[in-house]
């Protein structure tokens, strides 16, 4: 599947102007592309009480299940400036368990393989089900 980098670049760019971020002003948008060639996308959502607030990833995630399903293969994430932002702990392993085998992500330093930023991980495949 050929992955458009700028197209994602510029979905998550789109989700980031929708950001919901009053208390720490870092407006955060992600996008991805799925295996069935569906682009989705979420931004940040802050709460007053901080550690309820919704990463980017996650309002994606949500999107994803809202939209059919299926696994993500390349995924790009911006700051508000719109330069690529590295998805934090919690959100790789996220990203890990929603990911096809070898989903590609846009970080600060190239394109790089989901295994290669969370490697060593524990997900799914793991677990007799």
């Known amino acids: 599947m050929e992955i458009d980098w700028t197209a994602l670049t510029a979905e998550a760019k789109k989700a980031m102007e929708r950001a919901y971020a ?3 002003n870092f ?3 992600a996008a991805a592309l799925t295996d069935d060639g569906r682009v989705v996308s979420g931004c940040n959502v802050e709460n007053a009480s901080y550690g309820l607030g919704l990463c ?3 309002s994606m995630v949500s999107e994803l299940f809202r ?3 299926g696994k993500l293969v390349a995924f ?3 700051d508000g400036n719109g330069d ?3 998805p934090c ?3 790789r392993q996220l990203l890990f368990e929603h990911a096809a085998e070898g989903m590609l992500l846009q970080t600060i330093s190239g394109i790089k393989p989901i295994e290669e930023v969370l490697p060593d991980a524990f ?5 007799k089900l």
Do not use: D, I, W
């Not at 997900?123 to 677990?127: A, I, Y």
């Open 22 to 24: 009053p208390y720490s």
């Open 84 to 86: 690529a932002l590295m």
């Open 27 to 29: 407006p955060v948008g």
């Open 56 to 58: 980017a990833e996650c």
């Open 89 to 91: 702990g919690r959100c």
């Open 67 to 69: 939209t059919g399903g």
């Open 123 to 127: 997900g799914p495949r793991n677990l």
């Open 76 to 78: 790009a994430c911006v």
